[in-house]
Nanobody, 120 residues
Framework: QVQLVESGGGWVQPGGSLRLSCAAS????????MGWYRQAPGKERELVAI??????RYVHSVKDRFSISRDNAKNTVYLQMNSLKPEETAVYYC???????????????WGQGTQVTVSF
């Protein structure tokens, strides 16, 4: 099975920065797409950024402030978040769309979530 372990959340003042990390494990899987979603209280989960072999994609509100990257050797995805805003307080979830290289079955997996709080 796939396991996603997130780290790097916490509290930061408006305008500050945080870096999230997510390590994927599952020796028979190829992690085609990795990325981050977030869910604020009372709101639906929304895509923040994803990365694959064809490139990256961001929600418009974070372009030029957030940067997603991955280390394929470590199956780890990072999200550098700069100039954070209070309205970006949310639980941030790591995401992957993966393929089992033995069976060719595809699956989607989520991390447990990490809290990001932006406030004074």
């Amino acid at each position: 099975q796939v396991q996603l372990v997130e780290s790097g959340g916490g509290w930061v003042q408006p305008g500050g920065s945080l870096r999230l990390s997510c390590a994927a494990s599952g020796s028979t899987f190829r992690f085609n797409v990795m990325g981050w979603y977030r869910q604020a209280p009372g709101k639906e989960r929304e895509l923040v950024a994803i990365i694959s072999s064809v490139g990256t994609r961001y929600v418009h509100s974070v372009k030029d402030r957030f940067s997603i990257s991955r280390d394929n050797a470590k199956n780890t995805v990072y999200l550098q978040m700069n100039s954070l805003k209070p309205e970006e307080t949310a639980v941030y979830y790591c995401y992957t769309a993966a393929t089992n290289t033995w069976t060719s079955r595809q699956l989607v997996s989520w991390g447990q979530g990490t809290q990001v709080t932006v406030s004074f």
